[in-house]
């Protein structure tokens, strides 16, 4: 059974640091490309970010330099190391193959906020 659970979200100050973990089970996260991506109420989820095959990454552009996207194939997780964080940032973060999706976990809040 394909399970995501996401965890490490929390409140922080603009300008602070998070790192999210998502342990995965079901399938190993080195057999496909993970992806990280961000819902706020009443918007669509958001592409954050995206780890592929050997280990390469991509970035939407709101993150790009602030965010950094990795897996551990021993652990079956897949982090993301969010630096720099704004207020715009906030959003419950999910962790999913990048495509197809599967089911979805249920999140991690985020909350930038003074």
């Known amino acids: 059974q394909v399970q995501f659970v996401e965890s490490g979200g929390d409140l922080v100050q603009p300008g602070g640091s998070l790192r999210l973990s998502c342990a995965v089970s079901?399938?190993?996260?080195?057999?496909?490309?993970m992806g990280w991506f961000r819902q706020v109420p009443g918007s669509q989820r958001e592409f954050v970010a995206r780890?592929?095959?050997?280990?390469?990454?991509y970035y939407g552009s709101s993150v790009q330099g602030r965010f950094s996207i990795s897996r551990d194939g021993a652990k079956n997780t897949v982090y993301l190391q969010m630096n720099s964080l704004k207020p715009e940032d906030t959003a419950v973060y999910y962790c999913?193959?990048?495509?197809?999706?599967?089911?979805w976990g249920q999140g991690t809040q985020v909350t930038v906020s003074s």
């Open positions: 999913n193959v990048f495509s197809p999706w599967r089911s």
């Open positions: 079901g399938f190993s996260v080195t057999a496909y490309s």
């Open positions: 780890v592929g095959p050997g280990a390469i990454t």
